[in-house]
């Protein structure tokens, strides 16, 4: 099925309607193409889609079902979204502008696993009992009690996704939400939206009940509706720090549990001792990875001066080898930034570098491609730690070389952030990186590329402006429900 003849309307209460707010336009990254008109709800629709969902999770059978239950209904969806693979894989390229090989593996295939991992982690997750204890009664007498400690779904959750890993985003967060007994309102980003209709698709295919899961999409004022109707109890949001506070902002008068995966600057150390040449391919492919566009990615390089100047040379040879351009072409590497303001957005801060007295060591312009959002892949060396090139978040294809002197004073420049997402160290010994890696204030470490793909039941998640919550594992699941205590006496 081609991407214009995808399903172009609002999926609420198991019902698909019109936009009552008018189309926007959603187009091609990478040659500025339209792609379609995509349906916008109006608030009306949009809070008809949260009563849908407060019905189904009140009085619905959802939350009542068994974990067996729900995960059976959960695989069916799973097991529909396989058969439109082909056609969300093209939606993935054409709407994010990534490569095809990114949009097949990391943007479909690696959600895919998370969720399988994700119901086979739920089917764990029991009701656990308190060990007993002996307390004085009122009467003299000695009661041994115990108690039984429940999860129990939170209710109402509203679901808001970003532009950049869209399908992975909608996939990691109706897994979570819905798994454990919730209801939901799935907002996608307007600029990716048509995937996230295919899991109204889907939702029907795999029988979930009325309500269940309910599909708007809108811009600010719909999400200002999510974040601040009472009767949504939850908000899982993953976008930049600023929105991030905002939502919380607006959720705060009515006491909602927020669960918050924000924006990083992450810290890739390279050791004297370590690899240089898998050193530079990671951090390479860390910037240049979907043109820059991943909140987890390391784009300040903390190199030992010993080191700085054969791991530069090692990454400028590397980035001469990235094929910027359209990723309908099976061999391009990085395609285009999201929109055109986005890599506005890239250029003022090349410039404040460049200003600033950085040393420019590749890129820093846009290459001659006439139509699309592209931007060269762009390195800078000379950067003090405390640059706003080094400190704030570009989400684009630039990262930043800076020199250290010693382990002590790596850690504290990996430290010396607003952000602690996620983080590397590249060293021949694995001890000393592992002790670094405790020091690091940020929810994730990498020693020497880590695990190699992502390990589906590892919580994921950041510290400072980060974010808060964890999402995937048991971690991850027990943050979508509430947590109970029935104490009784044992005898």
Known sequence: MNALTTNKMLFIDNQWCPGEAPAQEVINPADESLIGMTPVASASQTEQAIGAAREAFDNGPWPQMSMNERVACMQKMHDYLYTRKAELVELIRTEAGCSQQLADFLQFE???????????????????????????????????????????????????????????????????????????????????????????????????????LNI????????????????????TFTGSDKVGAAIIAQSAPTLKKTHMELGGKSALIVREDADIQKAAMAAVSNFTIHAGQGCALTTRVLAHQGI????????????????????????????????????DRVERYVGQALDSGANLVFGGRRPDIEKGFYYLPTLFDGVDNSAVIAQQE?????????????????????????????????????????????EMRTGGVAINGGAGTVLSSAPFGGYKRSGFGREYGRQGLLDFTETKVISFHAG
Not at 183 to 197: D, E, G, H, N, R
Not at 309 to 317: F, R, W
Not at 408 to 429: K, R, T, V, Y
Request: avoid cysteine; aromatic fraction near 6%; hydrophobic fraction near 45%.
């Open 394 to 438: 570009i989400f684009g294809p630039v990262s930043v070389v800076i020199g250290f002197d010693n382990d002590q004073e790596a850690i504290a420049m990996a430290n010396h952030s607003d952000f602690g997402l996620a983080g590397g160290i590249f060293s021949a010994d694995a001890g000393r990186a592992y002790e670094m890696a405790l």
């Open 110 to 212: 690696l959600p895919m696993k998370h969720a399988r991992q994700l119901m086979a982690d739920a089917l764990q997750i029991q009701s656990e009992m308190i060990r007993p204890e002996i307390t004085p009664g009122m009467d003299g007498r000695k009661t041994l009690g115990t108690a039984e400690v429940i999860y129990e779904p939170i209710g109402v959750v509203s679901a808001i996704t970003a532009y950049n890993f869209p399908f992975f985003l909608n996939v990691v967060k109706v897994y979570h939400a819905l798994t454990m007994g919730n209801t939901v309102v799935l907002k996608p980003s307007p600029l990716t939206p048509f995937q996230a209709f295919i899991f109204g698709e889907a939702a029907l295919a795999a029988g979930l009940p009325k309500g269940v």
């Open 216 to 235: 708007v999409n809108g811009d600010i004022d719909t999400g200002t509706l999510l974040s601040t109707d009472k009767r949504v109890d939850m908000i």
């Open 308 to 343: 700085r100047k054969p791991l530069i040379d090692a990454m400028q040879v590397m980035l001469s080898h990235v094929k910027v351009g359209n990723p309908i072409d099976p061999s391009v590497s990085m395609g285009p930034l999201i929109r055109a303001n986005a890599r």
